[in-house]
């Protein structure tokens, strides 16, 4: 997924595609399944990048939405060779397309989906930790002064997008070609873990630019927040998992605050918020 997104981001600079058509051509080619939500994913990574090029103008987009079409017809070309009896086979089996998956009902309540942004998840909901750090840099990420408002825009409607697809049959059925899960819910939910990680790093980048009671105010925020979300379900938690990111939330406040007032260098913050994620 990233060496596609990285081939997507060359196109758009007026470079070769080969490197997005291999990528993606191989992902089709080794996996059908996870390769048709890249595809989609593809789509929405290209128009979000497109958007917020400072150099966007009408004719540069339209020949880029022209080389990005023509290269996604290639890759799927090469991989025409897998895809089509795959096709049939699963229009004739439990692939098949079902109306029900296009159901407009509710699939989890929202608080079992912000528990899955906790230490506290559970593989009964989608799988969207992506751990505490990484999840108050997204917070920090709107609350940047130095990121564009469209940037910010545009990362909260794909965002609100992921939500729904989550939450809502129909929009999920989408990421699963119309038909019905079987095993782990959301599969595609791999897809949004990549693009907050994505929008944590573009916080880190530039997280200088940010005021260190910012950052205290955010996350205090959040942790009251946390905590509230979750008083209704302290009787199925586990309160250690819980003292645990209460514990991250103070740890990435303090090593953001380092580096904001120039007390840690920039190369130990990266390195110390990844050792912190991965606890």
């Known amino acids: 997924l990233p060496i596609i997104c990285v081939g997507i981001d060359k196109l758009l600079s007026g470079k070769k595609s080969t490197l997005y058509i291999v990528s993606l051509g191989l992902t089709l080619i080794t996996n059908y399944y996870t390769g048709f939500m890249i595809c989609i994913f593809a789509v929405i ?3 979000f990048r497109l958007a917020n090029r400072s ?8 020949l880029s939405f022209r080389r990005f079409a023509i290269s996604s017809l290639i890759a799927g070309g090469i991989s025409a060779v897998i895809l089509v009896p795959t096709v049939f086979g699963m229009m004739s089996g439990q692939g098949r397309f079902s109306a029900e998956a296009f159901l407009l009902d509710d699939r989890f309540p929202l608080i079992a989906l912000v528990e899955q942004l ?7 909901y989608p799988l969207l930790f992506v751990g505490m750090p990484v999840i108050l840099l997204l917070i920090l990420f709107f609350a940047n002064p130095k990121i564009s408002h469209k940037e910010k825009i545009s990362s909260g409607l794909i965002l609100a997008f992921f939500v729904l697809s989550v939450s809502i049959s129909f929009f999920c059925a989408l990421w699963h070609a119309g038909s019905l899960e079987r095993g782990a819910p959301a599969r595609f939910t791999f897809v949004c873990a990549f693009f907050i990680c994505y929008l944590a790093m573009r916080s880190l980048q530039e997280c200088k630019h940010l005021r260190a009671k910012t950052v205290m105010a955010v996350c ?9 979300v979750l008083q209704r379900e302290l009787s199925e938690i586990e309160t250690g998992l819980m003292l645990i990111d209460l514990v991250l939330i103070a ?16 190369k130990h913050l990266v390195g110390l918020l990844l ?3 991965l606890l």
């Open 118 to 124: 906790t230490s506290n998840s559970s593989f009964t």
């Open 55 to 62: 150099d966007f103008s009408k004719e540069k987009a339209l």
């Open 45 to 47: 990574w290209f128009v």
């Open 251 to 266: 740890l990435t406040v303090w090593i953001l605050n380092s580096y904001i007032s120039k007390k840690l260098q920039g």
């Open 220 to 228: 205090f925020g959040f942790a009251i927040l946390y905590l509230l």
């Open 275 to 277: 050792g912190l994620n």
